[in-house]
């Protein structure tokens, strides 16, 4: 999605920010749908959280998503957190 979206936000003084109509459309973002905020370097990601986790994962042993790959992401995951925690 690299270059797709090129759209910009205010920040309120409350520090809200507003989703671009098209995003909300495109990922299904309705109100109360919850969002992650990853900080990578200096890049903000913006990533939409399914409404049931469980069900969004569901089905996924049944193709080539390993028990190996899913360590490695958690891995990967934690290393990041880990990260956080010693920038706080």
């Known amino acids: 999605m690299k270059g797709e979206f090129g759209m910009k936000s205010k920040v309120t003084t409350r520090g809200q920010v507003s989703i671009p109509s098209q995003i909300r459309k495109r990922f299904n973002i309705?109100?109360?749908?919850?969002?992650?905020?990853i900080v990578e370097a200096n890049v903000i990601k913006v990533v939409p959280l399914p409404k049931d986790p469980v069900a969004a994962f569901r089905g996924r042993g049944s193709r080539k998503y390993s028990t190996e790959q899913f360590i490695?992401?958690?891995?990967?995951?934690?290393?990041?957190e880990d990260g956080k925690d010693k920038t706080i």
Request: aromatic letters at 6%; charged letters at 70%; proline letters at 6%.
């Open 72 to 80: 490695k992401e958690r891995r990967s995951e934690r290393e990041r």
């Open 30 to 37: 309705e109100p109360e749908s919850r969002v992650d905020w």
